[in-house]
């Protein structure tokens, strides 16, 4: 599995694991897989990194904080530049295994991805980097100057989009994955089903 992923994606970098043994208890075909053969890695200067999997647990966490209905259904795997993180949902099948949702903490959004695990990184990061990665964003960041996002860090908004943020240049910012995820979920989840300018206030 994951032969065109690997050949089209090199590795970049890698976090190693503390835990080289670590291996989920999982019956996702290609996870474990996944994990053991790019567990920490970074592609394209930061663009695309996929979880340890000694890490998954606390993705999962960070993920259903701002989106508690998809909790026991959700295992991350992997994360875009701006923190975005790509998991597989037992809830909804694509060609019979499990399929993909990104979470976009920017936008507050959760989308299906017409992929499961195998054909995400064999075909849709193939055919269209930029529709899953936003890579074109992520080219005009780098040019401007931009930081490449370490393993623990993401390119976050200032001011997310769902309230009213740009989507700019000048409104991304380094952030550390803890603590932008932390607070875009606190805000995600505070805003869903209020009407449109409702004022957020956040507790310190």
Known sequence: MFET????????????????DFSLDTKIHGLNELFA????????HGLYRIIRAQDVARWNARVILGFPEFAGRITCFGYDWQGSAFAVDTGRLEE??????????GTGEALQIPSNLQTFHDVELMEDDDAALASNGYAMWRESGGAE????????????????????????????????????????????????????????
């Open 5 to 20: 992923f690997r050949k089209n994606f090199p590795v970049y970098s890698r976090m190693p694991a503390d835990r080289a």
């Open 149 to 204: 996002p370490t393993y623990s860090q993401c390119i976050g908004h200032k001011k997310p989009l769902f309230l009213g943020g740009e989507d700019t240049i000048e409104n991304l910012e380094l952030s550390d994955l803890d603590v932008y995820w932390h607070i875009m979920g606190q805000i995600i989840a505070k805003v869903k089903g209020l009407p449109p300018g409702t004022p957020v206030r956040m507790s310190p």
């Open 96 to 105: 019979g295994e499990p399929g993909v949702l990104m979470f976009e903490p």
């Open 37 to 44: 053969n790019f567990g920490g890695a970074s592609f394209k």
